[in-house]
């Protein structure tokens, strides 16, 4: 009970500071383009995927041009992001498969999303999150961290971090978290020299 009683009041503590609206910070207005995004986002900024992404929407404007877009050019309009090589490679092969396979549409189940090129459980979790209002717990950096100085998990590995988190986290706060989360990892919680004497958690944490 002890366990319960401290995972509610930590959850109340970070709705009360951050608030309960789930925020998408990458700019899209639709599914694909919230994909796209996503993919680019791997070891990059958000900030730094808006800049790109505002042109890049402009030119590939539908799925159908992002398909056939030239290799070498799309990664020229994406070199400021990390890895762009790759990322532009699976930019791609990802649009040519949803509309190959898909019908031009992202689709909702874990499976099918993982089977396209640059996505996995991470990708795949936000895309469920946002788009589709599945419950979901997206594990990157932060919310890796954050979790096991909280105590919320032992593991190291992504996809067991985000098994123990449903176990711990009541659905309603799934996505939730991992937007508080990033927002503490950003600010106070950081991986080197984390602010503990300003943190608002610091007599629940680990």
Not at 159 to 188: A, C, F, S
């Amino acid at each position: 009970m002890a366990v319960k009683k401290r995972t509610k009041e930590i959850l109340a503590r970070l709705d009360q500071a951050y608030g309960t609206d789930a925020i998408c910070y990458l700019n899209h207005d639709s599914a694909w383009q919230l994909l796209v995004a996503v993919i680019l986002s791997a070891q990059c900024t958000d900030a730094r995927v808006n800049i790109v992404t505002k042109d890049l929407f402009v030119k590939y404007d539908t799925l159908e041009k992002l398909a056939a877009a030239d290799y070498e050019e799309l990664k020229e309009d994406i070199r400021s992001i990390g890895f762009y090589q790759n990322k532009a490679k699976n930019l791609i092969a990802c649009a040519k498969r949803l509309l190959e396979e898909f019908d031009g549409e992202v689709p909702s189940s874990i499976e099918d999303l993982t089977s396209l090129a640059g996505v996995g459980r991470k990708t795949a979790n936000v895309i469920r999150g946002n788009v589709y209002h599945e419950p979901s717990v997206v594990v990157d950096t932060h919310v890796k961290r954050i979790s096991k100085r909280l105590g919320f998990t032992e593991e190291e590995d992504p996809e067991k971090v985000e098994q123990d988190l449903m176990k711990v986290l009541p659905k309603d706060h799934w996505i939730l978290y991992n937007m508080q989360i990033i927002t503490l990892g950003r600010t106070i919680c950081t991986a080197r020299n984390p602010k503990c004497s300003e943190c608002f958690l610091a007599d629940l944490c680990r």
